[in-house]
């Protein structure tokens, strides 16, 4: 096909209508001539002869008649060896490299290779001369850090094909032909070890979806206990601003129990990422002993950065996630904030002068937030290796009011709810994950009835806390006031969670089931006994206080040893 | 060659339409009326139409006016001569000094490679201690004040311009009342500041379009000022006022209004202006208070709300205090780990006792009986407000470190504190 060209006719912030001459393609790339500069941008309304783009760049400077090239292209992203530990803008564009080309500011109009085509890998073949292939099978793979990269058939051949020649093992660079394969009309399809993807069309080349089942430890105590989530599953924060949602998704991202993890910052601060960035190549992971950055990639396109590019960022995340799912890995996508992707498609939904539908967002909102999340999932491939994609999006509700169009569209389709509290994180009660609001679908690591059992102590607790407000607690019962207290005592020393503490940012999960069913079985069902409510508040502060200095000791060591003991007397003290 | 107009097409609300060929979007215009020249800027094209946005407003401009288009987007003059000068929201002399002419600077640049921001580890020390102590300044930082008209918040941004150590200030007033105006420049000069200052002032009394240059005004001179090795703090105040100019030119321009009448855009426009904040490697730093007076008290409000998402925290002052609840620097993890090792553990612990106090204090006024603990913690809360929460308390960190210690010893045994075992062992006074 023959690429087309267009001339401007009209500019209303990042928005260009261009009087088109030829054919051009729904969701195309386009790019606008600007003296050198080439600001890409891409087509979202065909509507006669005029196209309407969305320009990924700044639109200061462009003129009425300035020439738009398309380039018969969706927008796509590169995949091949060399994805992991780079940090992209929304569009893929390494951040590094073009600072170190252009310096401390983004430059407009630069597109740079996404992964090097300079580097050698060394090439392992698999499959064989004669084999049948389709997209997605293995045809070889390369050593990428500590993960085996797949070399698969490029995922837009869907036919079948018979793997005709295939290289020997040796160096090659990325664009080097390893593998030759024939279809059905016999001809030649030369396939190399990158190729690119649209980014809005989610990878299908596996066997099978299955259901999400196994757990997936986050290490932080009160998802995996009570809230959990699953792999290859989706999960949503939603929380007001200062709740807590960036730190929770940093931590989980530290220490969360799989092999790779992608973020996407998207519209949120600059700053945040820029913690992730600057310390992740120094921190090992003590799963591999190689640094956490090794099993990382940053989509980074943060709130000054163009809009439209926001827009597009979360899904070059999530093909790049898909993408490592093929290789038959444990893949966590962490979106934050969903809300902001959600406003930059208001933005050109404004634009566009479409009717808006609930404060202004497209009607099409819900869907697109349930494409989104469905491209998670569990998936069996075509060698038999199973793979997952699990995504958590943060959601910034305006105003901390779940009821918006966001949230709510959200919580239609996620497995997990981790609702995030003002009053809790005002309180300095962090992680503020509000445990009375919040839900999960997926099964605990702990056993149910004891999960139940201590879910009913903080609903309980939390009615004679409202109680208390309104009788005093005077008019409380001695009984009523011990429920109270085990709630406060359960959310003290399990819920919350010290995120800046070495030891206590993090519990595995032999330690937290260890601990949870201590808690739950010989505390929270222990019928103690009282004199009075001040003796009753001294002995929980007290059991706190044990608890707590129990946390910040290290498992499985004397000290952790000792202070249990510590904690076992307390307990004793009052049953004798 | 300049391109000239000769007649204007429409005049709505501040938005002017010319027929023209060849305008840039976002170029700026001048237009020459019986009211003198002004400044507008291009703000849409369609064909050969191009909407002009007049900061001086139309009032009194004729349809047959000439409109001249400058062939450049704003800009603002850069040198150190800026420093003691005062201008108005188009960058004209306020003081009588000369007007800006020389190395012109385009306002509004391109974003930081976030690649190269570098973590911000210095604090900035304010003595004030619920700043110093429950939420630390970090430089780079980017924090608004969240308050109600009324309250106390241009003399606690000037209270903080004059302890801050910092090497420059930039003041942007966005519709400031005169009398502030006037006060901000007095009190800076009293204390010895107003020379390593710039002030870029829009008034109430000016056109409110005008105000709509100042924040990038201000972020575009205090970037090139970093760049230079500059530690810059930028003051704005009150950036409610800059959303309601947004609000007023997006309805003119007929755009489908998100939420209140404010613009679907308003959180990356806001976002674009504080996301200017930032530490230089190898230079100097920006770092960005700003006022934000919430209409009704409603942190829920539009301007608030997405201001709280974009900023790293934020200040409440409420009845002339800066509220404890609320409150928070996310970067001062960053820094409070490095002043002294019992900062974080009072930091918590002292708040997290005032808040059971704030429930007993509720309690009280509903006439329920004090127990033990109740009063223990009525007479606490006391002491916290006395001896943090007043902002007429000026103390270095470390004295009210030791202030916490006492206030705690002084109303509780220490195992009621909930504080870790060996910080009791090394701070508890005896």
């Not at chain 1, 001459?21 to 500069?37: A, F, P, R, T």
Request: glycine share 8%; net charge negative.
């Amino acid at each position: 096909m023959s690429k087309s060209s267009g001339k401007i006719i009209s500019i209303t912030g990042n928005m260009i209508g261009v009087k088109l001459e030829g054919h051009i393609i729904q969701n195309e790339v386009g790019y606008v001539l600007l003296g050198e500069k080439r600001l890409k941008s891409e087509v979202i309304k065909i509507e006669g002869d005029t196209g309407y783009l969305q320009v990924f760049e700044y639109t200061k400077g462009i003129k009425v008649g300035d020439i738009v090239e398309f380039s018969g292209k969706m927008l796509s992203v590169e995949l091949g060896p060399g994805l992991l530990a780079q940090i992209y803008d929304g569009l893929q564009n390494p951040l590094p490299e073009l600072a170190e080309k252009f310096g401390f500011f983004l430059p407009i109009g630069i597109e740079l290779k996404a992964i090097s085509y300079k580097k050698k890998w060394e090439f392992i073949p698999i499959a064989k001369k004669g084999d049948h292939v389709t997209a997605g099978s293995v045809l070889g793979s390369v050593d990428e850090g500590i993960f085996k990269h797949k070399i698969m058939v490029p995922f837009h051949l869907k036919e079948k094909y018979i793997v005709n020649e295939i290289a020997l093992r040796n160096d090659y660079t990325i664009d080097h032909v390893v593998a030759k394969i024939k279809d059905k009309k016999d001809e030649t399809i030369n396939v190399s070890m990158v190729f690119e993807w649209p980014v809005k069309v989610p990878i299908e080349a596996y066997k099978e979806k299955l259901s999400p089942k196994d757990i997936l430890v986050t290490k932080a105590r009160v998802i995996d206990t009570l809230f959990p989530v699953a792999k290859g599953g989706t999960y949503c924060i939603p929380g007001p601003f200062g709740a807590g949602k960036t730190v929770l998704q940093q931590l989980t991202s530290r220490y969360a129990d799989v092999d790779i993890v992608i973020i996407a910052a998207c519209g949120e601060r600059a700053g945040e990422v820029v913690e992730t960035l600057r310390e992740f190549p120094h921190i090992k992971d003590p799963k591999t002993g190689k640094t956490l950055m090794e099993r990382t990639i940053i989509i980074c396109n943060t709130s000054s950065m163009p809009v439209a590019a926001r827009e597009s960022s979360v899904y070059t995340a999530a093909t790049l996630g898909e993408y490592y799912r093929q290789m038959g890995l444990n893949v966590l996508l962490l979106a934050d904030s969903t809300s902001r992707w959600a406003q930059a498609m208001r933005e050109i939904s404004g634009r566009l002068e479409e009717i808006p539908g609930e404060e202004a967002y497209p009607a099409y909102l819900e869907s697109r937030i349930a494409q989104f999340y469905e491209r998670a999932g569990v998936v069996k491939l075509h060698d038999g290796e199973v793979g997952s994609l699990t995504i958590g999006g943060t959601v910034s509700p305006a105003g901390g009011n779940f009821e918006e169009p966001v949230t709510q569209s959200t919580l239609k389709v996620v497995g997990a709810f981790h609702g995030l509290s003002r009053d809790r994180a005002n309180a300095r009660k962090f992680p503020s994950i509000d445990p009375l609001e919040s839900w999960s679908k997926y099964k605990s690591i702990a056993e149910e009835n004891l999960v139940t059992f201590a879910k009913m102590i903080l609903t309980k607790g939390d009615q004679v806390r409202q109680m208390m407000k309104v009788v005093g607690e005077e008019g409380t019962s001695l009984e009523d006031f011990v429920v109270y207290l085990k709630g406060e005592f359960f959310d003290g020393v399990y819920i919350q969670q010290n995120g800046f503490d070495p030891v206590d940012a993090s519990t595995n999960e032999e330690r937290q089931k260890y601990v949870f069913s201590k808690i739950v079985n010989e505390i929270l069902k222990k019928q103690f006994s009282f004199e009075d409510k001040d003796k009753a508040r001294h002995f929980f502060y007290n059991l706190r206080h044990a608890f707590i200095d129990w946390n910040y000791k290290a498992w499985d060591t004397d000290a952790a040893k000792k202070q249990e003991e510590k904690l076992n007397e307390i307990i004793k003290g009052n049953s004798e | 060659m300049r391109k000239v107009c000769t007649r204007i097409l429409s005049i709505v609300g501040n938005v002017l339409t010319v027929r023209a060929e060849g305008v840039k979007y976002e170029e700026l215009a001048e237009i020459s009326s019986s009211m003198g020249k002004s400044l507008a800027q291009v703000i849409r094209l369609d064909k050969d139409k191009v909407f002009l946005q007049a900061f001086q407003g139309s009032r009194g401009i004729s349809t047959g006016d000439e409109v001249t288009f400058l062939g450049h987007p704003m800009r603002v003059g850069f040198s150190s001569n800026l420093l003691g000068r005062i201008f108005n929201g188009s960058g004209v002399p306020r003081d009588n000094g000369p007007a800006l002419s020389e190395n012109m600077i385009e306002i509004a640049g391109p974003a930081v490679n976030p690649a190269k921001r570098i973590i911000p580890s210095r604090m900035i020390r304010t003595n004030i201690p619920m700043i110093d102590v429950f939420n630390s300044l970090v430089e780079s930082q980017k924090l608004p004040i969240f308050s109600v008209s009324g309250e106390p918040y241009n003399e606690l941004l000037a209270r903080i311009a004059l302890q801050a150590e910092v090497d420059m200030i930039i003041l942007g007033g966005i519709g400031l009342k005169y009398d502030q105006y006037m006060y901000f420049k007095n009190t800076l000069e009293e204390g010895g500041a107003l020379s390593r200052s710039i002030f870029f002032v829009h008034t109430a009394a000016d056109p409110i379009v005008e105000s709509l240059m100042v924040p990038d005004m201000c972020l575009s001179v205090a970037e090139k000022f970093a760049l230079s090795g500059k530690r810059v703090l930028v003051l704005l105040t009150d950036m409610t006022n800059f959303a309601d100019a947004l609000k007023e030119i997006a309805i003119t321009m007929e755009q489908v209004p998100s939420n209140r009448g404010y613009p679907g855009d308003l959180y990356s426009q806001l976002a674009s202006r504080y996301e200017k904040a930032v530490d230089f490697e190898d230079a100097g730093s920006i770092t960005t208070l700003a006022v934000t007076t919430m209409p009704g008290d409603d942190v829920t409000h539009p301007v608030p709300d997405n201001t709280g998402y974009i900023t790293e925290g934020q200040f409440y002052l409420r009845h002339g205090r800066i509220e404890p609840f609320g409150s928070l620097s996310r970067l001062k993890q960053l820094v409070n780990k490095d002043t002294r090792e019992d900062h974080r553990s009072i930091m918590d612990g002292t708040l997290q006792l005032y808040a059971q106090f704030k429930e007993t204090e509720e309690k009280k006024a509903m006439g329920f009986k004090m127990s033990n603990w109740d009063e223990k913690l009525l007479k606490y809360g006391k002491l916290f407000e006395d001896n943090m929460m007043d902002l007429k308390v000026n103390i270095p960190l470390e004295k009210a470190l030791d202030k916490g210690w006492k206030m705690l010893a002084d109303c509780f045994t220490p195992e009621e504190t909930n504080f870790r075992t060996e910080l009791i062992e090394n701070f508890w006074p005896k």
